[in-house]
């Protein structure tokens, strides 16, 4: 038999004093609200780096391929579709998909107002689920050659709405406006994307251009996952003719990642700000615990209990807190991003934050991770005030409430 186990046990089903209920009950609610404050900040973390990226990516793709030139242009310099690479890019196992694009700049007039836009050329190799991720009414698919998607920002600017038409001036031939169709409206919440590109049909983008079928502007690579995307860029190039060049996501916007990097270290910060509150908490918790129970560990001295056998039994006691705290903490943590992810009861900003509500990501593995740090961090810790036991003396303890 567990000796300290089931001590601690038969403690923890006594009658307590209401004051070492009131410790009891605080120590267990601080455990519960810090876990639960972890929790929810690794989800919302998460979550808004994953809406980001996932918004930069669907313009932009993980990394981006183009010809290598001195062209510093938003026009981009043709390379040669190279069917040969595609194939064999697509079978490696971290790869999801490739699409290819033209884009010009040029600058599109409404009724009131003009912007100074780029327009993207889009072919069949983009999943629709890409543009219906963001869009916001009208229609994914471009129908005709001279059919148009553009943003929220550029559709309240110009004054248009889904049918609506709009004019367009490349800038490589500002002498032929073009008469354009808005087939749809999407909005990415990121202001560099929204205010800059139109999306339209690829193929009349390269006739535009003076460009055959198989000159193309870049090429954007999906991979499965967005880990260490670095890594799979450089081991990507090394299969790329010579006069390309690849850029992960990361190098295209550098600010965005940037500011996600500065998110990730303010949350190491205040998580362990909140680890070491939680931990102080119980250390005092325990010494409380252990204080209204001197003469217990008087008597079970005097009956010929090691010191390492008590503090077990205290320690053990801290334990069942920390448990205790650790499930409260994540059913709330479970509730609050169940609710915010199906309802959205958080708004943003979309302007300063670039997204209208608070995002969740689910991980189950970060949760297992965080109480696992948790038990064993706080464990180690509620072994300080037990130390405690080994300077009380039997006769002393005996007689320590009179």
Known sequence: MNFPLFVARRIRKTQDTSFSKTVTYVGIGTVAVGTAIILVAFAI???????????????????????????RSLAESPLTRNRAWEAKTLLRPEVDHIQAHVQRPGILVGKEGLAG??????????????????????????????????????AKQLKVKTN?????????????????????????????????????DRDWVQKM??????????????FKSKENLEAKTNALAKTMPPEWRIQPVTEIYPALFDWMTMLDRNIVI????????????????????????????????SMGASAAQIRRIFWWNGLFIL???????NGIAFSFCYLQSS????????????MSSVPIEWDLATWGIVNALTIVLVSFMMSIPTLLITKIQPTEALNFKN
């Open 323 to 329: 448990v205790r705290g650790l499930l409260i903490g």
């Open 164 to 200: 609506g038409s709009l004019i367009l001036y490349f800038l490589s031939a500002p002498e032929r406006p073009r008469k354009v169709k808005v087939a749809g409206i999407y909005e990415t919440g990121l202001e560099e994307l929204d205010k800059i590109f139109v999306l339209a």
């Open 270 to 301: 205040f998580i362990s700000l909140l680890f070491v509150v939680a931990c102080f908490n119980l250390i005092a918790t325990l010494w409380v615990l252990i204080m209204e129970r001197v003469p217990m560990v008087g008597l079970l001295k």
């Open 45 to 71: 973390l998460f979550g808004f780096k994953t809406t980001i990226q996932d918004k930069l990516t669907s313009f932009s793709g993980d990394a981006r391929v183009s010809q290598i030139s001195g062209n």
């Open 117 to 154: 836009i780029v327009v993207k050329g889009i072919g069949k190799d983009l999943p629709l689920k890409q543009i219906q991720h963001n869009l916001k009414s009208g229609s994914s698919r471009l129908n005709g050659p001279q059919e148009v998607i553009v943003s929220e920002a550029l």
């Open 343 to 354: 309802y959205h009861l958080i708004p943003l900003d979309p302007e300063s934050y670039y």
């Open 209 to 222: 251009n003076g460009w055959t079928a198989d000159s193309l502007g870049t090429y954007e690579v999906f």
